[in-house]
């Protein structure tokens, strides 16, 4: 991927609330995709991803990513956020059969009661 | 089994001095990368070891360097410490590598502080 973009550095949220966080992408080559979530004082862990097949991926806690590639995106939705779901969501992209894996800068999702 | 494991997971150092961080893999996974993560920037992604063999490196200076040992341990050195290099280092660890479909596992970080 020659670029990973995440549009929002920051996304304020009232508790159940829906919310989408936003991943574009730019490559020349069929890509991977994935989110990854950082929670406070820990590292990152993969949310979900998508490798091939249906292009809307689901994690188990709720949060679902669509693959559209004509707009080369991959944005992070979920329908009902909760205070646990504040962290830093990290887009990620590798091509397929490259070496290439590039991390957005991340978006910092952050839920009010 | 038990995950990726980072020590020390806080440090203060000054410019000048230099500094080794410690990465432990999880068991069986032979690929280990570090990145250095800084607000604003996200993950710039350092260097990646396979099988003790520096399979990738990033673009950063050469006063950034690692090793892997044959139990897949991996150290980093930061040589001459300048205050830009005050991150969160983070040590992922995968069974193949860190690119294609392959899901990294990360450890929880090393804050390094310049001064």
């Known amino acids: 991927a020659q670029s990973v973009t995440q549009l929002d550095s920051q996304v304020p949220v009232f508790e159940e609330a829906p919310v989408e966080l936003r991943c574009n992408y730019s490559s020349s080559v069929s890509v991977y995709l994935f989110w990854y979530v950082q929670y406070p004082n820990q590292g990152l862990q993969l949310l979900l991803k998508y490798l091939s097949g249906s292009t809307l991926v689901e994690s188990i806690n709720g949060f679902e990513a669509e693959f559209n590639k004509s707009q080369t995106s991959f944005h992070l939705r979920k329908p009902s956020v909760h205070i646990s779901d504040t962290a830093e969501y990290f887009c990620?992209?590798?091509?397929?059969?490259?070496?290439?894996?590039?991390f957005g800068t991340g978006t910092r999702l952050q839920v009010f009661p | 089994k038990a995950g990726v494991t980072q020590t020390p997971r806080y440090l203060i150092k000054t410019r000048g001095q230099q500094v080794t961080l410690s990465c432990s893999p999880i068991?069986?996974?032979?690929?280990v990368s570090w990145y250095q993560q800084t607000p604003g920037q996200g993950l710039q992604f350092l260097f990646e070891?396979?099988?003790?063999?520096?399979?990738n490196k990033g673009n950063f200076p050469g006063r950034f360097s690692g090793r892997q040992f044959s139990n897949s341990r991996s150290e980093m050195n930061v040589s001459t410490l300048e205050l830009g290099d005050s991150a969160l280092y983070l040590c992922?660890?995968?069974?193949?590598?860190?690119?294609?479909?392959?899901?990294?596992?990360f450890g929880p970080g090393t804050r390094l502080t310049v001064l």
């Open positions: 990620a992209v590798s091509e397929r059969n490259t070496d290439k894996l590039i």
């Open positions: 068991s069986g996974h032979r690929s």
């Open positions: 992922a660890s995968s069974p193949e590598g860190r690119t294609g479909y392959n899901e990294q596992f």
């Open positions: 070891y396979f099988s003790e063999t520096q399979r």
